[in-house]
C-alpha cells in the first residue's frame, strides 16, 4: 500500500466507481475535474462532492495533501488501483493517466449512485 493510501477499498466499490466515473466523464452526465492539481483546487474550495485517488501514483508523497483536504473540508474520498484506468474512465486519451478525479456534478439519474458511494467512502474512511 502506498503512502497515500489511508484505508483500503473493496472491489467491488472500486468497479462501481470506475463505473460511475465514466458515465460523468465519457458519457457527459456530470462534470468532473482531473489531475492533482485541479483535484486539490476544488477540493480547497469545498466544491467537490467525492474525489477519487488512484493508488498507483509514483512518487505516493505528491498525493498526501488530497486526503488531508478531504477530510478537513468534509469531501468524501476513495482509491482505485490504476490510474491509467481512472484516466480512461475520466474520458482522457487512451493510454493517458490521471491521479485524481473530483466529482462536482452529476445528472440527476446518478444522484442516487453517487450518495451510495460518497456514504460507504464516508464510512471507510473513519
Known amino acids: 500500500m502506498s503512502v497515500h493510501v489511508n484505508f483500503e477499498t473493496p472491489e467491488n466499490l472500486q468497479d462501481s466507481v470506475y463505473d460511475l466515473v465514466k458515465k ?3 458519457d457527459g452526465k456530470g462534470r468532473v475535474k482531473k ?3 485541479e483535484v486539490i483546487k476544488v477540493s480547497e474550495r469545498g466544491d467537490a462532492r467525492l474525489v477519487v485517488i488512484a493508488e498507483d501514483v509514483n512518487p505516493g508523497e505528491m498525493m498526501i495533501p488530497i486526503p488531508m483536504i478531504c477530510k ?3 469531501i468524501p474520498y476513495i482509491y482505485v488501483p490504476s490510474q491509467e484506468y481512472l484516466g480512461e474512465a475520466a474520458g482522457l486519451p ?5 491521479s485524481a ?3 462536482m456534478s452529476v445528472d440527476k439519474t446518478l444522484e442516487d449512485e453517487l450518495k451510495k458511494i460518497a456514504d460507504q467512502a464516508t ?3 473513519n
Open 35 to 37: 489531475g492533482m492539481n
Open 94 to 98: 487512451l493510454h493517458r493517466k490521471t
Open 72 to 74: 478537513e473540508r468534509g
Open 24 to 26: 460523468l466523464g465519457r
Open 123 to 125: 464510512e471507510l474512511g
Open 101 to 103: 478525479v473530483a466529482v
